[in-house]
T-cell receptor
Framework: AQKVTQAQTEISVVEKEDVTLDCVYETRDTTYYLFWYKQPPSGELVFLIRRNSFDEQNEISGRYSWNFQKSTSSFNFTITASQVVDSAVYFCALSGGGGGNKLTFGTGTQLKVEL | DAGVIQSPRHEVTEMGQEVTLRCKPISGHNSLFWYRQTMMRGLELLIYFNNNVPIDDSGMPEDRFSAKMPNASFSTLKIQPSEPRDSAVYFC?????????????FGPGTRLTVL
């Protein structure tokens, strides 16, 4: 069975600090995709990034960066120079061949960015 | 381009009543998903459809829950009879096709309160 663990329940930072959200996953599939979603206080879930299991290149997009390490089954997400608008719950999710295109979500990390 | 549309946005009902939640996926998307979000259980997949056919309903909690997708542009999730423990936010999501690489786009959710 697939599993996604987000050990950090809540993180509080001061604006402009960098913050990393951790995600560890378990799967028996050799081909899978990992996703990050953001859920702001308004409630909707917003897709942020997708990474496949064969692409371990880390990526930077603006203030966001992702660190995918297959050896440790981790897919961490970093926000550089955090802003108050980054305050949200962030979910890591996993899809795989055995599970079709359904997603297994982690429990989420609540990020609070304060002035 | 319109996103996933859900109605109603809020529903308050009394125990024992029938509740019907509605979803219109993004035009051209072939996969549709129903999720439930609660504080205790997080995000749970209830059921998903590909090309209007239910593929996996293993997440549907009880026989009181049923879902239909009569055509590519409409789906319903029905709870009959409703119970207070059904109170949650119900999300509908759609994706382009049945592929593990496809991200899911979420609707704004329906907040259900069963008194």
């Amino acid at each position: 069975a697939q599993k996604v663990t987000q050990a950090q329940t809540e993180i509080s930072v001061v604006e402009k600090e960098d913050v990393t959200l951790d995600c560890v996953y378990e799967t028996r599939d050799t081909t899978y995709y990992l996703f990050w979603y953001k859920q702001p206080p308004s409630g909707e879930l917003v897709f942020l990034i997708r990474r496949n299991s064969f692409d371990e290149q880390n990526e930077i997009s603006g203030r966001y960066s992702w660190n995918f390490q297959k050896s440790t089954s981790s897919f961490n997400f970093t926000i550089t120079a955090s802003q108050v608008v980054d305050s949200a719950v962030y979910f890591c999710a996993l899809s795989g061949g055995g599970g079709g295109n359904k997603l297994t979500f982690g429990t989420g990390t609540q990020l609070k960015v304060e002035l | 381009d319109a996103g996933v549309i859900q109605s109603p946005r809020h529903e308050v009902t009394e125990m024992g009543q029938e509740v019907t939640l509605r979803c219109k996926p993004i035009s051209g998307h072939n996969s549709l998903f129903w999720y439930r979000q609660t504080m205790m259980r997080g995000l749970e997949l209830l059921i998903y459809f590909n090309n209007n056919v239910p593929i996996d309903d293993s997440g549907m909690p009880e026989d009181r829950f049923s879902a239909k997708m009569p055509n590519a542009s409409f789906s319903t999730l029905k709870i009959q009879p409703s119970e207070p423990r059904d109170s949650a936010v119900y999300f509908c999501a759609s994706s382009l096709r049945q592929s593990i690489s496809n991200e899911q786009f979420f609707g704004p959710g329906t907040r259900l309160t069963v008194l």
